[in-house]
């Protein structure tokens, strides 16, 4: 089965709105405000869109809850790590690293087996992953590394969690949805910690537009792929999607004026190869 152009356009969107939100947060002058404004700006559009949705079953919800404390960890992660660190180095860690610890945990814990190109993937993630902490080391922002790294383990998690979940609840775009709305107020709380100050700096009109139009480039990437899925092979649609990783450079090169060198360009080109031949594996 050949992918129709229009379901790759679709993918390519995704791909770039997922790299556009991430930049976001970068570009703004306080990053826990700016993820703040992103998760209430997901999870009022969430919100709207399940009352015309059916209910995940009951076996699902164990999972959302587990995957709604997982995203409060994750958000708070993407907050640090992009205070400390380029888009060029945190994005690629966390979008590359992940998929390839999804798969270990699925391969240890879900039964599910790796073949050789799914080892092959992996170790070209990590090639790339040691040569970008190497550079990072060097550029003295290996604090920033280990949140990536440390986010890409709450990715990882999160996701072989909601494999689980979403297969159980029979509705997977609700299920999607409620992962936007149930982590949010805790989430909110916690970046701004339970500081009136903060919360009504990330709640003026400037932040909170950024922040809904991250939430709106967030659901609409998910959901570019959710249906693209429906149009052509999945596993093609996932590595497709792993185009992301040089959206991210390429954004974070215009619009943050970010320059990874060489050797950082060709570390991320390593880990989208290594998270393509993954996926494709």
């Known amino acids: ?28 002058a306080d990053r826990r405000s700016a993820t703040i ?3 209430l700006g997901g999870a009022v559009i969430a919100g709207a869109t399940l009352p015309f949705l059916p209910r995940p079953r009951a076996a699902a919800w164990p999972h959302l809850l587990a995957t709604a404390l997982l995203h409060i960890v994750y958000f708070n992660l993407v907050a640090e790590a992009y205070a400390r660190g380029a888009v060029s180095l945190i994005y690629p860690v966390m979008r590359g690293t992940a998929p390839a610890l999804t798969a270990l945990i699925a391969t240890i814990f879900l039964g599910e ?8 993937g992996l170790l070209l993630i990590s090639a790339g992953v040691g040569l970008l902490a190497r550079r990072r080391g060097e550029a003295g922002e290996g604090r920033a590394l280990m949140l990536a790294l440390a986010n890409a383990i709450i990715i990882a998690l999160y996701t072989a969690n909601d494999g689980v979940g979403v297969r159980l609840s029979e509705a997977p775009l609700a299920y999607a949805l409620w992962t936007f709305v149930l982590p949010a107020i805790p989430a909110i709380l916690i970046l701004a910690r339970f500081s009136p100050t903060r919360l009504r700096a990330a709640l003026k009109p400037g932040p909170l537009l950024r922040g809904f139009g991250g939430g709106a480039c967030s659901i609409a990437s998910y959901a570019l792929a959710l249906w693209a899925m429906t149009q052509a ?10 185009t992301a990783l040089l959206f991210g450079v390429l ?12 050797r950082g360009l060709t570390a991320i080109a390593i880990i989208a190869a290594g998270a393509t031949v993954l996926r494709l594996g």
């Open 233 to 242: 092979p999945i596993g093609a649609i996932a590595a497709l999607r792993e």
């Open 251 to 262: 954004f974070a090169w215009w619009f943050l004026h970010e320059r990874p060198g060489s």
């Open 1 to 28: 089965m050949t992918i129709p152009p229009w379901a790759i356009t679709a993918v390519l969107a995704g791909a770039a709105l997922h790299a556009a939100w991430n930049v976001a947060i970068r570009g703004g």
């Open 37 to 39: 404004g992103l998760i």
């Open 113 to 120: 087996t790796l073949g050789g190109a799914g080892w092959c």
